[in-house]
């Protein structure tokens, strides 16, 4: 029974780290599809 809750636990552990990396990729993505627009409206004027 210990064993399965270690697993289970473990398994838990990485897909919280792996959702935590796809939130700062998500919001990097954001960060650098703003800094885009941003070069895009300069270039434009």
């Given amino acids: 029974m210990f064993l399965l809750d270690a697993s289970a636990i473990a398994i838990w552990k990485q897909s919280r780290k792996i959702e935590r990396k796809r939130k700062a990729l998500e919001s990097s993505t954001k960060a650098i599809d703003t800094e885009e627009c941003i070069n895009i ?3 434009q004027q």
């Fill in 41 to 43: 409206q300069q270039t």
